[in-house]
């Protein structure tokens, strides 16, 4: 044999060692194939998905809470206003600012000023709730009055912005929470049993 096939060879063989000993090559196993491939997500998407899992995490409507009983003699008042940040994204919701297009149309509120009002404030007689027991349903409904300066700036045909400067949007929103109804008796420590 002539050195140069023996040289190929061995240079060969010590190029497929460093290959294989420097991870260019991986060992069969589970891939995802083309899923294994990271595609960005627009930030437009982000912001959606941000909003929801906070909105999911802040103020999680699927849930139902279950307070304690209701002491006899006393007066039932909600004290869980609604919070500005739930007012103005159930405005947001109703009225929304980023539906614009940038340059074209783009919206915009300053000034903002919310008067929380509370119109109703009862609870329900008991009744049986499968899987929870015998509750009342209180209910407190908010009438909240959202004043403020309302700008749209528009750029195409002819560039110019419309001011109003007497705003106002009226949203409504609910807090609606169980109270368990008898002589409660959670076990051991119970910090909210009625006696």
């Given at each position: 044999?002539?050195?140069?096939?023996?040289?190929?060879?061995?240079l060969s063989l010590v190029a497929g060692a460093m290959m294989f000993s420097a991870g260019c090559v991986g060992l069969p196993g589970?891939?995802?194939?083309?899923?294994?491939?990271?595609?960005?997500?627009?930030?437009?998407?982000?912001?959606?998905?941000?909003?929801?899992?906070?909105?999911?995490?802040?103020?999680?409507?699927?849930?139902?809470?279950?307070?304690?009983?209701?002491?006899?003699?006393?007066?039932?008042?909600?004290?869980?206003?609604?919070?500005?940040?739930?007012?103005?994204?159930?405005?947001?919701?109703?009225?929304?600012?980023?539906?614009?297009?940038?340059?074209?149309?783009?919206?915009?509120?300053?000034?903002?000023?919310?008067?929380?009002?509370?119109?109703?404030?009862?609870?329900?007689?008991?009744?049986?709730?499968?899987?929870?027991?015998?509750?009342?349903?209180?209910?407190?409904?908010?009438?909240?009055?959202?004043?403020?300066?309302?700008?749209?700036?528009?750029?195409?045909?002819?560039?110019?912005?419309?001011?109003?400067?007497?705003?106002?949007?009226?949203?409504?929103?609910?807090?609606?929470?169980?109270?368990?109804?008898?002589?409660?008796?959670?076990?051991?420590?119970?910090?909210?049993?009625?006696?």
């Amino acid at each position: 044999m002539s050195k140069t096939i023996i040289y190929t060879s061995i240079l060969s063989l010590v190029a497929g060692a460093m290959m294989f000993s420097a991870g260019c090559v991986g060992l069969p196993g589970t891939s995802l194939g083309p899923l294994s491939v990271p595609v960005p997500v627009p930030s437009s998407l982000q912001d959606q998905y941000e909003d929801q899992a906070f909105e999911k995490e802040r103020y999680n409507y699927n849930k139902t809470v279950i307070l304690a009983p209701i002491p006899p003699g006393t007066e039932h008042i909600a004290l869980d206003t609604p919070s500005d940040d739930e007012v103005m994204r159930a405005l947001e919701k109703a009225r929304p600012t980023k539906n614009g297009i940038p340059f074209l149309e783009t919206r915009e509120r300053t000034n903002v000023k919310i008067v929380k009002e509370k119109i109703a404030d009862y609870v329900d007689p008991p009744r049986v709730v499968p899987l929870a027991g015998p509750l009342q349903l209180h209910h407190a409904h908010y009438k909240c009055t959202i004043y403020f300066k309302d700008i749209v700036h528009v750029g195409w045909p002819i560039p110019h912005t419309i001011t109003n400067e007497d705003a106002c949007e009226v949203v409504y929103i609910d807090h609606d929470h169980y109270h368990m109804v008898g002589n409660v008796d959670n076990g051991k420590g119970n910090s909210f049993a009625a006696e």
